[in-house]
Every structure is written in structure tokens, then in C-alpha cells.
């Protein structure tokens, strides 16, 4: 099982950016494990933010945030990033970041490793 940190997260105007990152110990990502980027505000269900394959090669985006977050990992670090750019109000959220193997899923429910969150607030 692998255990998932995640830094990063804080307070910015809207326009700003952020820069997250997911740290995985216990079991190296490797090339086969999905790992995803997710938020969620009081009151709503867990959302799919971005996703990465194992290799890196591939990526995967909520509309929300095309074209303004990227994510990128580094097998050799053992992390994960999600550069935020142009950031909103309407990102204010805890995000997480979470690990399953296998393909690329945006639903939350089938990921079985997380990280415990960090909050990111974005001020009009």
C-alpha cells in the first residue's frame, strides 16, 4: 500500500497560482499506478480535478480546469505535481491526492490510497 502527502496548498487572490505536490513512501509509484488529483467543498461530493498514468505519457483534465492546472509526476522523486494557474474563487476546495493501479478512472470511489488533504482558498 502506499501512503500519499500532500503540500502545497494556501491562500491566494484570484489570478494566482499554486503549485501542489503529492509525495507517495512506503511503495515507489512505478510505472503502473493511476494517481489522481480530487476537491471537495463542504456539503458536496469528492470531484475529479486530474489525473496522470503511471508512465507519465498520459494525462486527464476536468473541463473546470483546462487549459490553467497541470499535472506532471516524477517517478525518480516519487511525486506528483498539479501547477494551478488563473485560479478562481470556484476552486476553493480541500484537494487530494489519491493512487489506484491500473487505467485511468475519474471516480473517486475506486481509488484506494489518499492523502489526508490540504486546502486551497483562492480570495476575489
Known amino acids: 500500500q502506499v501512503q500519499l502527502v500532500e503540500s502545497g496548498g494556501g491562500l491566494v487572490q484570484a489570478g494566482g497560482s499554486l503549485r501542489l505536490s503529492c509525495v507517495a513512501s512506503?511503495?515507489?509509484?512505478?510505472?503502473?499506478?493511476?494517481v489522481g488529483w480530487f476537491r471537495q467543498t463542504p456539503g458536496k461530493e469528492r470531484e475529479f480535478v486530474a489525473g496522470?498514468?503511471?508512465?507519465?505519457?498520459?494525462?486527464f483534465y476536468a473541463d473546470s480546469v483546462k487549459g490553467r492546472f497541470t499535472i506532471s509526476r516524477d517517478n525518480a522523486k516519487n511525486t506528483v505535481y498539479l501547477q494551478m494557474n488563473s485560479l478562481k474563487p470556484e476552486d476553493t476546495a480541500v484537494y487530494y491526492c489519491?493512487?489506484?493501479?491500473?487505467?485511468?478512472?475519474?471516480?473517486?470511489?475506486?481509488?484506494?490510497?489518499w492523502g489526508q488533504g490540504t486546502q486551497v482558498t483562492v480570495s476575489s
Open positions: 489519491a493512487a489506484k493501479p491500473g487505467y485511468y478512472s475519474g471516480n473517486y470511489k475506486v481509488y484506494n490510497a
Open positions: 512506503g511503495r515507489a509509484f512505478g510505472v503502473y499506478t493511476m
Open positions: 496522470i498514468a503511471g508512465s507519465g505519457g498520459s494525462t
